[in-house]
């Protein structure tokens, strides 16, 4: 995505706030429908999920984007110096995307997490607190799924405030 150091720090509170609620609310968000595509500057287009997320109607926070899943390094190059994104789509001789034999990433699933080993919540360490504790147990579920193949990002931001983020983003 382009530069705007305020509309980046901007998407990456709402990312984490959206997160937080997701994970340690438990929740399990219900899907409302598609996100229109979005054009990332180097990856190519992304269609994500509008879903809402959170408990109660205290926490809830409505028409949330959600795009899970979306790769932001090549596993073979987990441990080398940074390198070109990864793209889904093919490029034109001028570098910019051949949009006719373009489709959109389809973020929808969690991908695997990087392998982890929580701590054994049947007989807790007496210095985690129980709060701690709570957390790491609603946490677990997640955990599941763990793969050397983990570079991936789960994009959460309001549901029609990425307009500025569209303008920004498109094809170079």
């Known amino acids: 995505m382009g530069g705007g150091g305020t509309a ?8 984490t706030v959206a997160a937080v609620a997701v ?7 219900e899907v409302l429908g598609y996100t229109d595509t979005v054009w990332l500057d180097r990856q190519g287009p992304l269609k994500g999920l509008v879903t809402t997320v959170g408990d109660g109607a205290e926490q809830r926070l409505d ?3 959600m795009y899970l899943g979306v790769p932001y390094a090549a596993s073979q190059e987990r ?5 070109e994104s990864p793209t889904w789509c093919p490029k034109a001789g001028d ?6 034999h373009c489709r959109p990433l389809r973020a929808e699933y969690l991908k695997p997490v990087c392998p982890q080993r929580p701590p054994d919540l ?3 360490p007496k210095r985690l607190s129980t709060v701690r504790q709570n957390y790491l147990k609603r946490l677990t579920p997640y955990l599941g799924n763990q793969s050397e193949d983990c570079l991936y ?6 549901h029609g ?3 500025t983020v569209r303008r920004r983003s498109g094809c170079h």
């Open 122 to 124: 049947l007989v807790p």
């Open 161 to 163: 405030k990425s307009s």
């Open 8 to 15: 980046t720090l901007a998407l990456v509170l709402v990312t």
């Open 153 to 158: 990002l789960n994009i959460y931001a309001p």
């Open 63 to 65: 028409r949330v984007e």
């Open 79 to 83: 441990f080398m110096p940074p390198g």
């Open 95 to 100: 570098g910019s995307f051949d949009r006719t």
């Open 23 to 29: 994970v340690a609310g438990g929740a399990r968000p």
